[in-house]
C-alpha cells in the first residue's frame, strides 16, 4: 500500500489544501496534527478534514487505521 492510498481513496489531490482538522484551524503544522492526533484519536475513530481545492471547499470525513 502507498501511503497517499487513503487521501485518494477519500478524493484528495496533489495541490488540495487542508485547512482544518475535526474544525480546528489553530494546527498549523504536520507536528501539530500528528500530536492532536497521538492524544486524541485511535484507529477506527473518525476524522473529518477541511479541504480546498481552487476556491471550492468540502468536507472530507475518513476513518482512521
Request: charged content about 30%.
Amino acid at each position: 500500500f502507498s501511503p497517499h492510498d487513503g487521501a485518494k481513496r477519500a478524493g484528495i489531490l496533489k495541490g488540495d489544501v487542508v485547512y482544518s482538522v475535526d474544525g480546528r484551524t489553530d494546527l498549523a503544522r504536520e507536528t501539530d496534527v500528528l500530536a492532536m492526533l497521538g492524544r486524541e484519536k485511535k484507529p477506527g475513530d473518525r476524522l473529518t478534514l477541511g479541504v480546498a481545492r481552487g476556491a471550492n471547499r468540502r468536507d472530507v470525513t475518513l476513518t482512521l487505521q
